[in-house]
């Protein structure tokens, strides 16, 4: 295999556990992303479901999974008649990594609270319990 696709191997791996990491999505909710952002135009949740060979309700939950994490977005689309149906887009990349970043640094100042609370914590237990005699 030529490095530039091992190299792009790799990213994609680095990519999908981001994915799970972040998010905690599913396999389902990676193919359905995927179908998203391989295709030109939005997708109806029956044009989902098609393209990963689910039902219907399977498809919508996966939708609905990668809704709530923002890596996509739906669209309402009205019939001239009146009446309406939704369609689904990938988010922009951009503004996912920047989502990213974002709880990772929240995450990473949550850690810093708790173990500085860890160490005040035992450094007060410590300095109150009295010196073991010998």
Known sequence: MPDSMSEQLQRDMVCEGLLECFHGLKQLDKRVF???????TPLTIDEIADEVDRE????YRAVQR????GFIQKEQVNYDQGGYYHV?????PE???????????????KMGQLIQEFE???EQAE???PAAES
């Open 95 to 109: 503004k996912v990594a920047d989502d990213m970043q974002r709880m990772l640094n929240d995450w990473y100042a």
């Open 34 to 40: 995927q179908e998203l952002v391989q295709t030109e």
């Open 120 to 122: 005040d914590k035992y």
């Open 56 to 59: 219907r309700s399977t498809a």
């Open 88 to 92: 689904y887009r990938p988010t922009d």
């Open 127 to 129: 300095t109150s319990s």
């Open 66 to 69: 990668l809704l709530q994490a």
